[in-house]
């Protein structure tokens, strides 16, 4: 199993749409999620972090289930300017390393 | 808004030549990283270096790749004898904190290197 693995789409969404995406980890002593954006041929950047609780950002949703080892994403009112990819991103407690899962493409149509 | 940068933006070198990549991380941050990605696939991790030292590395990380930290501002990468495979951007990333309080990584706009 992949140590993150998500669906690497494309998904392809009208303007004003509802879209989720989700990811799963492998290593289930991993402590800190993270969801970045990566535009094309630009850097990751942080979109949000994900907590145990669940949070929210605006029109962005983030939650973790830890006993099913996955993280999730969901965009409400999705906006041209979403169109990018997005990058499931898990530490492992007491680790470096940050793993980065292979990311998923959102395609915002008008 | 302090942010990571990185030297040069684009290298082209032939095969078996030398590359050092240069990262300015940001100033109080702690943790700094080296990632990679070749054209359309994932960001590969590669090192990660604390107190003045590697902390972690990827098995891609091998005797061909060196990072150093010469005097607390630069961070760099070097590739002794770069492969055609060693094409791929590379993306420095700086964070502030590790352990139990994983914060944000902040990431430089990257070096994109071509071996020919």
């Known amino acids: 199993r992949k140590e993150v693995e998500q669906d690497p789409g494309p998904f392809n969404v009208p303007e004003g749409a509802t879209v989720a995406f989700n990811c799963t980890y492998s290593n289930s002593a991993s402590q800190s999620f993270f969801w970045y954006r990566q535009d094309c041929r630009k850097e990751p950047k942080l979109l949000m972090s994900?907590?145990?609780s669940g949070n929210e950002d605006g029109r962005f949703t983030a939650q973790l289930n830890r006993a099913s080892q996955y993280i999730s994403l969901l965009i409400r009112d999705s906006k041209l300017s979403d169109s990018a990819t997005y990058l499931c991103?898990?530490?492992?407690?007491?680790?470096?390393?940050?793993?980065f899962g292979t990311g998923t493409k959102l395609q915002v149509i008008p | 808004e302090p942010e990571v940068t990185q030297t040069p933006s684009h290298q082209v070198t032939q095969m078996g030549q030398e590359v050092i990549l240069r990262c300015v991380p940001i100033?109080?941050?702690?943790?700094f990283y080296w990632y990679r990605q070749i054209l359309g696939q994932k960001v590969e991790f590669l090192v990660s270096?604390?107190?003045?030292?590697?902390?972690?590395k990827s098995e891609i990380f091998d005797d061909q790749f060196s990072v150093e930290r010469p005097d607390g501002s630069n961070f760099t990468l070097k590739i002794r004898s770069t492969k055609l495979e060693d094409s791929a951007m590379y993306f420095c990333?700086?964070?502030?904190?590790?352990?139990?309080?994983?914060?944000?990584?902040?990431f430089g706009e990257g070096s994109r290197l071509t071996v020919l």
């Open positions: 994900v907590y145990s």
């Open positions: 990333a700086s964070r502030v904190s590790g352990g139990l309080n994983t914060g944000e990584l902040f």
């Open positions: 270096f604390y107190n003045n030292e590697i902390s972690e």
């Open positions: 100033s109080n941050h702690l943790y």
């Open positions: 991103v898990v530490n492992p407690f007491g680790y470096q390393k940050v793993t």
